[in-house]
């Protein structure tokens, strides 16, 4: 679903709440109420999983781009422009790393 066609479903269901807190159906109000939670839920596992996809394309674009410095230094093991390269690179990795693990945790922490 898309991001209008989910507002417009989540105000249908307001919508409803509404008619059926004014009708004081309780039981119905606690069935929409249910039905938007899972709709809250499904959004965010969609949008971690999109963001954990996202982070491990830049992790193996990532890796490559360290694979091709390596070898560039093995070539030239002098230069210090790769040499730099490759430490900036490094560091990018543990930053990557260390979003990857706190989006997995955001993700299992909201399932549980």
Known sequence: MNNTQTALCIDDY??????????NDETWQQ???????TQQNRSFEEKQSALVQEIWEDFKQL???ISFTYRLIQEE????????????LRER???????????KKQYVEHTQ
Do not use: C, G
């Not at 307001?14 to 009708?23: F, H, M, N, Q, S």
């Not at 069935?31 to 939670?37: G, Q, T």
């Open 14 to 23: 307001l919508d409803l709440y509404l008619l059926a807190k004014e009708i």
């Open 31 to 37: 069935e929409i109420l249910a039905v938007l939670k």
């Open 63 to 65: 890796n490559e781009d």
């Open 77 to 88: 093991p002098t230069n210090e422009q790769f040499q730099a390269k490759l430490r900036h």
């Open 93 to 103: 990795r543990i930053t990557l790393s260390r979003e990857l693990y706190l989006a």
